[in-house]
């Protein structure tokens, strides 16, 4: 099967693998690439944060078990492993707290799927930190992008786009950080084909970060294969009985998924998390703060508290009476409550069982109404502070525009405060500056 | 989520589980641990000569380069590796002649995705041989009846059943070879089930192989997983969003599926291949075989064949006139010629590219004609010689209706004769007997 045969109508793998192999505009490419810096920053903080879950432990210890040539940091200890075995160690300990960063337009977690991978390879490789911090830019690009055209469809079936759509990302990060040409790239994401995997049906449970660990560790693999000479179906993505077509991908106009590939970056659309709790609640704890800032009230001022949110939502993170930490995670009517009260809903330990049940949040979260309004995007809310003496001001806040670089990264500075402490977080700030992996490492292992 | 929140709508997780993990019927069950034998067998003798495909290569290769503890052996190296990767590369090995076992009922490879795994965790786990037999045997009754719940349409729309229904066997295997209980049973059912993958695009390529590889590592990985405390949706198999429903299954009635589980094998109904051809093409084969025996005649006796087929395989397995090794595997006319002859068309190099230029086979094989045939099942076909002296003699064959294990044995035997050698493969199958682990390892190392 000649490359011509199998390529004509694999558009997306066609562009895609080139777009991944080759050299990268770096004007075009620098504010993506600051973005990308961001995303690390983060991506570091939540691994540190969350590298003693119990699930984190789990996959540990399991790879740890296996052992191996020593190539790789794995987050939590001083042992190395094989690129793979770390890919997929750190993958899920990423993604342990459910802390890092999202794409709504593919739903699903770039960084998660994609660091671990490209981190590993680049010490495997011994890479530089802009040919680290290049490569993961292409692979979060081409999760996105691949993702995009997978749809939403796709992730409402049952499959979990991170998983999918990232070990897509994963693949193709790790083929540029191999130095394979066009046809390998092909191979490895013919290859990560027939190998990606997950379903939302591990929603809630320890499945669900290691989606991540999966999709990393299989990127990984199947580039190491394609540089090792191994053959895959290359177009395996767009084939007719191919991945698309049977994960039932809405599989989009490809001249729409590629437009502007490698001039315009789809990934600048990531979204971090500045709270520890639920996505859905974002919005509206944004236009709280907001809202309680511009009144400059203390929290005895207030009379009463009005949200509007998109009704899908109120399925998802609308419990009334949270009585344990996780389940305040969950409630807008408390985490209204803690931002009134000025708790730092950016620390994990805020949520805690004793919060629940604390009179000045119980009070402040009596005083909140929520109500689901149809038109809202799911990444605005809406929310109304009535204080005592009559005075009342309503927000309205779309987290998917949060202004520009500088706002994001203080926002992450503060967020990496609240996990790490604020001086390790300056520290790491400025370790992320350079990427340079050896440095990274010794802020991961244990 | 509670056990009986989950499992109230997952009869086929429930059932198969408490299989998987409790006690055999010893007379019940004697038939179909001979027929594991019988497997084995097949499986170590064509692990044995597919050892230096390029595809073995490249996968041994990658797996001994990650190295890591000494638990399993891998087929063609004294190096053992940890069980999972040990799965993975022989998976991969066993399945890369494409010579290996089939059942019918789902259209997949069992040994090929549960030998791999089970032998790896027996070595890890220092299992007698009648327990590593047992294991086998539950493994891929698992993947019959899981493969045949899927269904046809879940194949034929584009997923390969070795694969997918191979890994949940591989994970119910490792399952007790590692003593789990049945919840730990369904904990590494449920992970396997976000895991388990694998696409027919790869047809024709180096994934097709591998896919077996995939299905056994994955399914010693869920099964390490859960036996380490991995927690994950339990009846992913079965759920809303869950592998079935997301994966083109047919969903028959769970009872037609656990009708007699434990105390009638499904896995009994497996096929092995005697000829190193297409699957297509072996009832005609044995047709053709019989009629030949029957008349007594050598080749210049024969005027004309002619051979009536099922016709979906005149596009699978019918070129008139190959030119190479690998063509000859997918030629009727030539395959015949073999046949009469008198080539041992169970050894691998009778395919070679000058077997297709031989002026005795190409005489042959001008004198046999092939005709699709509506009507015939996919193990059926029919043979017709007809002699220059006017004699002719006409047989039906059906490859699902072969006769007893005693025969079975038998062509078995002259199968691996054909690929081993006659004192290996005697020697062989007295290691087989027993099926202790220590013994097998000296078979496969290198």
Redesign the interface.
Known sequence: ?SKSDTLNSAPITEAITSFATGSLDEGRSEPALRMTRISLFDWLAVSIAGQDE??SR??R??VS?????TEATVVGTAQKL?A??AAMANGTISHALDYDDTHFAYLGHPSVAVFPASFALAQKTGASGKMFLEASLVGMEAATRIGTWLGRHHHF????ST?TAGAFGAALASSRLLGLDVRGAENAL??V??????????F????KP??AG?AASNGV?AA??AH??????PD?LE?????A????AEMRDPGEILDGLGKSWMFEGVLHKFHACCHGAHASLEALIEARDRLSIVPDEVASVSLSVPPRYLKVCNILEPQTGLEAKFSYRLCSAMVLAGRDTAALTTYSDAACRAPDLVALRDRVVVKGVDGLAETQATARITTNDGRSVEITHDIDRMGGLALREQKIKAKAQALLGEDSASDLWNAVKTAEPASLDEWLRG
């Open positions: 099967m119990p699930v789990i996959v210890d399991y078990a296996e052992g191996g040539v094989p793979r075995a079936v049952g499959f979990h998983a013919g290859l084909a027939t190998r990606a995997s997950g379903l939302r049906a591990q809630g449970t320890m499945g290691f989606h999966m693999e190491l294969l090792a000479g191994f053959v895959s179906r395996a084939a007719d009985q191919g991945f077509i049977t994960h039932a």
